[in-house]
């Protein structure tokens, strides 16, 4: 009888994993190593995709979900970002050039190496972000703004002083 209880309450618990909210609406996608210049994935749920060493130039992942993605050596220069939610994210060695981060939560994403020369981050939420010090001073001269969905102010996530 404890056997079929405990039968029961396992096949249970895996059907509910199974059939998540998350895993219904989310897409698990590789796009590593592609040439994505332009493309729109605005207002998507691709959390945990891969899109290391893409060309996303131009891109617009405006309010997509891609908590947990690997965007290692990407390139997402001139790319809108606003909204978009790369929390738990590699994001190393990434090129975030002119790209618009407005918005976009980047909480304890990994951005070693990556580089925001005139990069727009009005509102972004960088909180135990793990970043090199000199983007880190960087990203404080021109942080501003308070992020709409945790209430931070852009400046308090990168620990400016």
């Given at each position: 009888?404890?056997?079929?209880?405990?039968?029961?309450?396992?096949?249970?618990?895996?059907?509910?994993?199974?059939?998540?909210?998350?895993?219904?609406?989310?897409?698990?996608?590789?796009?590593?190593?592609?040439?994505?210049?332009?493309?729109?994935?605005?207002?998507?749920?691709?959390?945990?995709?891969?899109?290391?060493?893409?060309?996303?130039?131009?891109?617009?992942?405006?309010?997509?979900?891609?908590?947990?993605?690997?965007?290692?050596?990407?390139?997402?220069?001139?790319?809108?970002?606003?909204?978009?939610?790369?929390?738990?994210?590699?994001l190393d060695q990434t090129d975030f050039a002119k790209?618009?981060?407005?918005?976009?939560?980047?909480?304890?994403?990994?951005?070693?190496?990556s580089t925001f020369d005139f990069v727009t981050i009005?509102?972004?939420?960088?909180?135990?972000?793990?970043?090199?010090?000199?983007?880190?001073?960087?990203?404080?001269s021109k942080a501003k703004g308070i992020n709409s969905?945790?209430?931070?102010?852009?400046?308090?996530?990168?620990?400016?002083?």
């Amino acid at each position: 009888m404890l056997f079929l209880r405990l039968s029961i309450i396992t096949i249970i618990a895996i059907a509910s994993f199974l059939i998540s909210p998350m895993n219904i609406h989310a897409e698990t996608l590789s796009f590593s190593h592609a040439q994505l210049k332009g493309r729109d994935f605005s207002e998507r749920m691709l959390a945990g995709s891969g899109f290391a060493n893409a060309n996303m130039e131009g891109a617009n992942f405006e309010n997509t979900d891609v908590r947990g993605s690997v965007f290692s050596a990407s390139i997402l220069r001139n790319a809108n970002l606003r909204g978009v939610d790369f929390s738990g994210g590699l994001l190393d060695q990434t090129d975030f050039a002119k790209a618009d981060l407005s918005d976009a939560l980047l909480v304890e994403a990994i951005l070693l190496r990556s580089t925001f020369d005139f990069v727009t981050i009005d509102g972004a939420d960088f909180t135990d972000a793990i970043m090199d010090g000199a983007q880190r001073k960087w990203l404080c001269s021109k942080a501003k703004g308070i992020n709409s969905k945790t209430g931070v102010s852009t400046r308090d996530s990168l620990e400016c002083t």
